[in-house]
């Protein structure tokens, strides 16, 4: 059994229980988003995880990616960027391992977070058909499906495969005009194979039999965007369409097989076409819930592109997508430390509140009620229990402290709160 498939079948798992409780949704209404789709539950059979609802009307959910290079492997520090990045509100966290040995990584993160995890298994394959064959294109089917079952066995949730990296979109790629080509690793990856092998991408040629496995752990695809724009010059081409067309059909054919299934989107756009990229993906995908990696506003943004994600994710939240990956301060140049990921949560939550709180969600509203109330009443304590990082708030608050202890030291005695309150009461 899936969540879809119980949905289909009228059936309310333990699993939408806890989303619908969670979340303030009918549970019925749940089923019916889950079974039409519109919903999913990422949780592998074989992991007792918190189940987290990413979807239409539920609030908007927050990734946090990980993971070495190999260029430098430390299983401890990957795992307390995964405990922090939980700490500040990620609801999910992805580990993009690429250096050391990936299962003992993948565990030790498995076993560190009540999260669900998700991977990119074309990651795995890669790394094993370099040190196999000396190349990475030189990875076959089997290495592929492999590395998918054994992920699927040790537990991952949810799983990111370029299964629209095809060689009818490879061939609209080489037609474009593109700056920078392909940025996706796993899409360069299945780019490179194509080409070089002149052969269909294994995952999308035998997409029925990749559906089994998943299915059979109740694994959620997240369709990858292998040609998404990597520069603000590129957003919203020929290439990127094309491979969503395909992603569209793909959808179809997971709800009719039983897969959970979400669409990821672009990465780089600019403010003004944001709407038309939720909004095309929202209408080719069937309401399919859309996972966008920011997007990023500006490319000028080195050092602050959490910054430049954020303004896109909020944005994006609004007009529809439903679960923003995060981007750290260090994207684009090195991998990020423990400050970088704690910082691209920090953004990327205040991101996903920004959009539930315009999209009227009533969770989001009732926070900042609170929070009014609680400026209103002076209350400093309940003020850092309710903001996302509380402790750099009450630090700050007490670094230059007021003479008043109910004001702040902007304006200590001329207090705009304290000076008129008395007469509004």
């Excluded at 080195?302 to 981007?327: E, N, P, S, T, W």
């Excluded at 400050?339 to 939550?349: F, M, N, R, S």
């Amino acid at each position: 059994m899936t969540q879809i498939t119980e949905a289909k079948k009228g059936n309310i798992t333990e699993e939408m229980k806890v989303v619908a409780k969670n979340e303030g949704i009918d549970e019925e209404k749940l089923r019916r988003y889950i079974a039409k789709g519109y919903v999913v539950i990422p949780k592998n059979i074989n992991r007792d995880t918190k189940p987290v609802g990413i979807g239409k009307n539920l609030r908007t959910k927050v990734n946090a990616n990980i993971g070495t290079s190999p260029d430098f492997v430390n299983i401890k520090l990957e795992v307390e960027k995964a405990k922090v990045a939980v700490k500040y509100g990620a609801d999910t966290v992805m580990d993009l391992s690429t250096g050391g040995d990936l299962s003992k990584i993948r565990k030790a993160i498995m076993e560190a977070v009540n999260v669900p995890i998700g991977t990119v298994p074309i990651y795995e394959a890669a790394k094993i058909a370099k040190e196999k064959f000396g190349k990475v294109i030189d990875m076959n089917e089997d290495i592929i499906f492999k590395v998918i079952e054994n992920q699927a066995k040790e537990g991952v949730d949810f799983m990111t495969l370029h299964c629209g990296v095809t060689k009818q979109s490879v061939d609209r790629l080489k037609k474009s005009k593109r700056v920078l080509g392909v940025v996706s690793r796993g899409g360069a990856f299945l780019t490179a194979y194509i080409i070089y092998h002149n052969e269909e991408n294994p995952l999308y040629k035998n997409f029925d039999y990749l559906l089994e496995i998943l299915k059979e752990y109740d694994i959620t695809i997240s369709l990858g965007d292998g040609l998404r724009p990597g520069a603000i010059l590129d957003n919203t081409d020929r290439a990127q369409i094309e491979e969503l067309l395909i992603l569209g059909e793909l959808v179809e054919r997971c709800r009719e097989f039983g897969v959970q299934a979400m669409v990821e989107g672009p990465g780089h756009v600019p403010i003004n076409n944001i709407e038309a990229n939720i909004r095309l993906q929202k209408s080719v995908c069937k309401n399919a819930p859309f996972y966008v990696l920011g997007p990023i506003v500006t490319d000028i943004a080195l050092g602050y592109d959490h910054i430049a994600a954020a303004i896109g994710g909020a944005l994006a939240g609004y007009y529809g997508a439903d679960f923003l990956c995060y981007v750290t301060p260090a994207e684009h140049l090195r991998l990020p430390t423990i400050e970088d990921v704690k910082l691209g949560v920090i953004a990327t939550k205040i991101a996903a509140q920004a959009a539930d709180v315009a999209k009227g969600n009533r969770l989001a509203l009732e926070l900042e009620k609170e929070m009014a109330f609680a400026r209103k009443n002076h209350d400093w304590e309940k003020q850092f229990n309710l903001a996302i990082d509380g402790e750099k708030a009450r630090k700050m608050k007490e670094e230059i402290p007021s003479k008043d202890k109910k004001a702040c030291s902007i304006c200590g005695d001329f207090c705009a709160l304290l000076l008129v309150e008395k007469f509004l009461r």
